[in-house]
Nanobody, 120 residues
Framework: QLQASGGGLVQTGGSLRLSCAAS????????MGWFRQAPGKEREFVSV????????YYVDSVKGRFTISRDNAKNTVYLQMNSLKPEDTAVYYC???????????????WGQGTLVTVSS
């Protein structure tokens, strides 16, 4: 089970750190991704990190603002979000997959989502 947390309401330019904690299974050998879904839109890829943490990938719209990291000892993945914009408003989901995968179909386990709202 994946549990995402850390969402909330923040003003434009603010920061949030999302966490995704795994329980019941270890995700240390999984690539871990973050996706988001804004109201009325399809779920989109945000970022992914390899099982070792040595490789990361971001969607262009968040490059330079978001940073993904993981602590395998804590079975947890993080998404540090800085310089937030209103268009970042969405429900953010974490997922465990087989590697550096962009497509949602490449992920096997999903968290329940945490809402991020960025006010203008």
């Amino acid at each position: 089970q994946l549990q995402a947390s850390g969402g909330g309401l923040v003003q434009t330019g603010g920061s949030l750190r999302l966490s995704c904690a795994a329980s019941g299974r270890t995700v240390n050998r999984y690539g871990m991704g973050w996706f988001r879904q804004a109201p009325g839109k399809e779920r989109e890829f945000v970022s992914v990190i390899s099982w070792s943490g040595s490789s990361t990938y971001y969607v262009d719209s968040v490059k330079g603002r978001f940073t993904i990291s993981r602590d395998n000892a804590k079975n947890t993945v993080y998404l540090q979000m800085n310089s937030l914009k209103p268009e970042d408003t969405a429900v953010y989901y974490c997922a465990a997959g087989l590697g550096i995968v962009v497509a949602a179909t490449g992920y096997e386990y999903w968290g329940q989502g945490t809402l991020v709202t960025v006010s203008s």
